[in-house]
């Protein structure tokens, strides 16, 4: 391919394609601080012919070479001058790099995935250069595939809990903003992306051929339009009112603002008076403000950290739950691979799973064990003197092994309380929590034998034990 980029270090590219979140935007792109003319070069090339070819978004490059300058200190650091030199050491001393940098912005320590984003963004280039410019890089590969795999990632519940969506879906019945109020519900009845639903067209609902309603949409992501969705008479209603709540700004703004949903007027800045597209930092801090009016709280008591995407895997959740076939999801929610629906939505979406997930029992030190595990002195004290012997499981301690002058039915049955609040476990006992998982997984996987229910108690016992192993591995390591 002939890489006839601009010569100049700072370009300045617009967003031509008519589809795009962003089309008609400028993105600034400055080449002047790369350590070297080579790797310049590479760059430069990298950005012109995924801009030319459309393979990536230029709202996406601009995030990629904010996050390869990281790479790129490293390299001024370390004298590294061209890709052909890189060797896996390098690799190494640059996660080590990432691991004792801190922000400039913020001052703190990069969190996980910030950390592995910015090694990401240096594997895309260099698995670029494999295919268009091999000559330019080492002919052995550098990546283990080990590197920042994601086991000491942060555990969060992606779905809404019930109790918080139902506090949401009341407050919707007062809230003012119409383009909050209605977005949410297209949220909940798509699991839409939030590009994708400020980018709605009026005419996005059509009469179904046999009955009912569907709604269309472009796929933003992905490139193309979404298949028809039967949609909610909830949803149907939010775009007819929306569409009316928009109609006289819609007269007011030119001809590409016609045909949109989300448009308003901007009242400050430089585009004052000015009819736009919503964008997602407006919705975002809506959706902040709409938590702290109507005192939209969690299971502790604490606002609820809400975000428009956590719509889209409540969405796929349920359905998970109510045993919708994964292909069905695959398809509601525009994913590429199946494998990504397996991956991010959990098999069973209920409070007890979250909470289960929230208190599984793991320290660092059995002797470090307060007051706020028991319920009274008196356990405490027992626990301190039986924790070698009535207290102790092949895989951790029980808190409260006796109940009445009896042993707990659970602990006699089950002998690994995994869910249960008074079971603790460190990382002394990683490796037996390591074996169990092994075989767990094993007999799932020969199925046969097992019926369907307890396969399910497999799949759920296997979820929590993988907290578990994440949770004692984080701790090994320090973190």
Same mark, same amino acid.
């Given at each position: 391919?002939?890489?006839n %980029?601009p ?8 967003d031509?394609?008519p589809?795009?979140?962003?089309y008609?935007?400028k ?17 430069k ?11 990536r978004t230029? @709202?996406?490059?601009c995030?990629?070479i ?15 001058? @061209? ?32 950390r592995?984003?910015?090694?990401d ?15 330019v ?6 990546f ?7 086991v ?6 992606d779905f ?11 407050a919707?019945?007062?809230?003012g903003?119409?383009?909050? *109020?209605y ?5 909940e009845?798509?699991?839409?992306r ?20 569907t709604?269309?949409?472009f ?11 039967p949609?909610r008479?909830?949803c ?5 009112l929306l569409?009316?709540?928009?109609n ?11 045909v949109?949903?989300?448009?308003h *007027?901007? %009242?400050?800045g ?9 964008n997602?930092h407006?919705?975002?801090y ?15 008591? *604490? ?6 995407h ?8 349920d359905?998970?739950?109510k ?17 990504n ?15 289960v ?13 307060d ?5 009274n ?6 626990? @301190?003197?039986h *924790? ?9 301690y029980c ?5 009445d002058?009896k ?7 089950r ?7 008074r079971?603790?476990?460190?990382p ?21 034998i097992?019926?369907e ?9 296997i979820e ?14 320090g973190?």
């Amino acid at each position: 391919m002939n890489f006839n %980029y601009p010569q100049e270090d700072n370009w300045w590219l617009e967003d031509k394609d008519p589809q795009s979140q962003h089309y008609g935007r400028k993105f600034h792109f400055h080449f002047e601080d790369l350590c070297s003319d080579v790797i310049k070069d590479i760059v430069k090339s990298y950005v012109w012919e995924n801009y030319v070819t459309g393979s990536r978004t230029l @709202n996406y490059l601009c995030t990629w070479i904010g996050s390869f300058k990281w790479f790129n200190r490293y390299a001024i650091q370390a004298k590294l001058f @061209n890709f052909k030199e890189l060797t896996n050491f390098n690799i190494c001393m640059f996660v080590s790099f990432l691991n004792t940098t801190t922000s400039i912005k913020t001052g703190n320590k990069l969190a996980y995935q910030t950390r592995k984003k910015k090694l990401d963004s240096l594997k895309s280039i260099i698995h670029w250069c494999q295919i268009h410019k091999p000559d330019v890089i080492p002919n052995d590969e550098i990546f283990t595939g080990n590197e920042f795999t994601g086991v000491n990632r942060k555990l969060k519940i992606d779905f809404i809990p019930d109790e918080v969506l139902k506090q949401i879906n009341n407050a919707l019945k007062t809230e003012g903003n119409p383009y909050l *109020k209605y977005g949410i519900i297209i949220l909940e009845s798509t699991g839409m992306r939030i590009g994708d639903l400020l980018n709605l067209q009026i005419d996005c609902i059509k009469p179904h051929l046999i009955s009912g309603y569907t709604m269309t949409w472009f796929d933003h992501k992905n490139r193309k339009w979404h298949k028809p969705m039967p949609v909610r008479t909830e949803c149907i209603e939010a775009v007819r009112l929306l569409t009316e709540a928009t109609n006289e700004l819609r007269k007011e703004g030119d001809d590409s603002m016609s045909v949109l949903l989300f448009i308003h *007027k901007v %009242y400050k800045g430089s585009q004052s008076e000015q009819i736009m597209t919503l964008n997602n930092h407006t919705f975002k801090y809506w959706l902040n403000d709409f938590i702290k009016r109507n005192n939209i709280i969690d299971s502790n008591g *604490k606002l609820y950290h809400l975000t428009s995407h956590q719509f889209r895997r409540t969405l796929g959740t349920d359905m998970l739950s109510k045993g919708i076939n994964l292909n069905v999801i695959q398809e509601v929610l525009g994913h590429t691979s199946i494998a990504n629906t397996k991956r991010f939505y959990a098999t069973v979406k209920d409070k007890e799973r979250a909470e289960v997930f929230k208190t599984i029992g793991v320290i660092g030190n059995i002797n470090q064990l307060d007051i706020s595990h028991f319920e009274n002195e008196t356990e405490r004290i027992w626990f @301190n003197e039986h *924790k070698e012997d009535k207290a102790a499981l092949c895989d951790g301690y029980c808190t409260k092994p006796i109940y009445d002058g009896k042993i707990c039915d659970r602990l006699l049955k089950r002998q690994k309380c995994y869910s249960c609040s008074r079971y603790i476990t460190t990382p002394e006992y990683l490796e037996a929590h390591k074996k169990h998982l092994t075989e767990l997984e094993r007999q799932l996987a020969e199925g046969g034998i097992y019926g369907e229910h307890y396969k399910e108690h497999f799949i759920s016992t296997i979820e929590i034990l993988k907290i578990i192993i994440e949770r004692l591995e984080a701790l090994k390591n320090g973190d």
